[in-house]
């Protein structure tokens, strides 16, 4: 089975990924563009539940209150740091959905192998 640079592309393209993975999905499918495309959305399919229930967690966590910040890392290497405030607890700013839909995209584009980190306002980190 012969992957060409085309099919990589055109997998690229249709499902909105990166080089690395549109390869892979190719390998997986022997080549198969069509195939390919199905396998990565299924895949994103089920990472879309999986942030849901992060991001679920998450809320509840600064709900209880007591939260300071919200760390998202990969590796050591902090990727998105947002303290938390009032427009992010209650939308009485309106942009309460903002922060979330950040945080949710954070996770999506750098995949679950992001660490969620709450740090409280004590000090004490929780990891999610």
Known sequence: MEITLEAVEKVMEQ???EYAAAKEALQKAEGDVEEAIRLIRQETGESREDIKSIMAKLK???EKGNVDRILIR???EVVLNIPVNVG????VLGLAAAPWALIAGTI???GLGCR???VH???TTDEV
Do not use: H, N, P, S
């Not at 992010?88 to 939308?91: D, Q």
């Open 15 to 17: 499902a909105g990924v």
């Open 60 to 62: 509840k966590m600064v």
């Open 74 to 76: 990969k590796g050591e």
């Open 88 to 91: 992010i607890l209650g939308g």
């Open 108 to 110: 999506a584009a750098f």
């Open 116 to 118: 969620i980190e709450v």
């Open 121 to 123: 306002k004590d000090g």
